[in-house]
């Protein structure tokens, strides 16, 4: 019972909160939350904000160096011009450790395991 509620509770931790984000409002911190934009296409997309002003609309990232159709319609459900970013909350790069044994009086505690670099 207690492997499959953690398995449950990982598979959730993993999961990707959906959420908006602005494309005239949001930082480049945020805007590296959406997935496939990373440093250099966030960066991209301020500096043609600050160029060109606004973005009227989401196509409009069209535009933007780094950006086409296929990365546009893919990122078009996250994106939006108006209204605040709302947080977005990325999956854990890996699952969280199983907690120790509890150890009983008179035993000597487990060794932990030395981690590889």
Known sequence: MKNLLLALVS??????VMAV??????????????KGVGPSKAKA????????GAFKSVDELDNVPGFGKATL??????????????????????PAEKPAKPVKA????????????
């Open 106 to 117: 008179g035993e000597k505690a487990a060794k932990p395991a030395e981690k590889k670099p």
């Open 73 to 94: 319609d893919k990122l078009r459900p996250e994106l939006t011009v108006s209204g605040a970013s709302s947080s977005v909350a990325k999956p854990q790069e890996k």
């Open 11 to 16: 598979a959730l931790a993993s999961v990707y």
């Open 21 to 34: 984000v602005n494309l005239n409002t949001a930082t480049q911190a945020e805007l590296e939350t959406l």
């Open 45 to 52: 997309i301020v500096d043609y904000r600050q160029k060109n």
